[in-house]
């Protein structure tokens, strides 16, 4: 079945870096768009970023320039750098694989910005 396992969340400085993996599991991982998503205490799910099959990138505006996805198709993993981290950042942060008519989610990885 489908598995995707988010990693590398944790405590970190405001002006610290972080860098998110999700591995995938249970499905053709190259042939499928993949995004982060995060959601902040009292707030709904936002879109982070995203990368196509091609290795095409979308990133929510407030977020450009901060924060990288990337893919490794032979790890069967997505990566997300965050840097400059503001405490703004903190949430759980989710990816999702876009299929067929139906998308996969994670688990989550929590976030956490404070000094």
């Known amino acids: 079945q489908v598995q995707l396992v988010e990693s590398g969340g944790g405590l970190v400085q405001p002006g610290g870096s972080l860098r998110l993996s999700c591995a995938a599991s249970?499905?053709?991982?190259?042939?499928?768009?993949m995004s982060w998503y995060r959601q902040a205490p009292g707030k709904e799910r936002e879109f982070v970023a995203l990368?196509?099959?091609?290795?095409?990138?979308r990133y929510i505006d407030s977020l450009k320039g901060r924060f990288t996805i990337s893919r490794d198709n032979a790890k069967n993993t997505v990566y997300l750098q965050m840097n400059t981290l503001k405490p703004e950042d903190t949430a759980v942060y989710y990816c999702?694989?876009?299929?067929?008519?139906?998308?996969?989610w994670g688990q989550g990885t929590q976030v956490t910005v404070s000094s």
């Open positions: 990368i196509l099959t091609t290795g095409t990138t």
């Open positions: 249970g499905f053709t991982f190259d042939m499928h768009p």
């Open positions: 999702k694989a876009t299929g067929s008519g139906t998308d996969y």
